[in-house]
């Protein structure tokens, strides 16, 4: 028996993805185990987490190398892949529309919100304590929960597209300032 270090179920049950201490993930079929691709390499280090968007379309995975990786379940193969977290991406979650894809790391950077139209970061949450994981989004979308390596409950509420937008905007006029 092979040994895995995360998994999880499709929202329909029909497929499991399994992720490795390799970097790489096996798609299976739900009902049998059966492997449905061949096992791809997105990472180079741990997978930590893998999560399904609510369609199951599309999946995304993190490693302990702090890289993300977006999947594309009609291929099983990453459609991108990034550099999320500088100390290692523990956790990852959909939001219940998704738009948006929520990745834990460690204090400064505890969580970070991406949008999945541009893969940017415009929005960085701060937490308390390491290895902030389990990162997950209420029902409707308006909060965030994730735990630390104390297993203590952190709750942010969730910016709205506005606010992310005008965040985006600010660091948009911020790379532009000229100096005399």
């Known amino acids: 028996m092979e040994s895995y270090w995360t998994g999880a179920v499709s929202p329909d049950g029909r497929l499991l993805a399994v992720g490795d201490r390799a970097g790489t993930v096996r798609w299976l079929d739900g009902e049998t185990g059966e492997p449905l691709a ?28 702090g890289t993300v990786a977006i999947w594309d379940l009609s291929s099983f193969q990453p459609t991108d892949v990034f550099r999320g977290h500088m ?50 989004f209420s029902p409707d979308g308006k909060w965030l929960a994730a735990r630390n390596g104390k297993n203590q409950l952190q709750l942010w509420q969730a910016p709205s597209w506005e606010e992310i937008e005008a965040a985006e905007e600010r660091s948009k006029s911020a790379n532009y300032v000229v100096k005399p």
Do not use: M
């Not at 741990?46 to 379309?57: L, M, P």
């Open 38 to 65: 061949t096992p791809s390499t997105a990472h180079h280090y741990s997978v930590s987490k893998i999560a399904f968007c609510r369609e199951g379309t599309q999946a995304a995975s993190t490693a302990d190398e």
């Open 87 to 136: 100390l290692g991406a523990h956790g990852v979650a959909f939001s219940p529309d998704g738009r948006r894809l929520a990745t834990s790391s460690n204090g400064r950077e505890a969580i970070k919100l991406w949008d999945l139209s541009t893969r940017r970061e415009p929005i960085v949450l701060a937490g308390q304590g390491s290895s902030i994981g389990g990162a997950v």
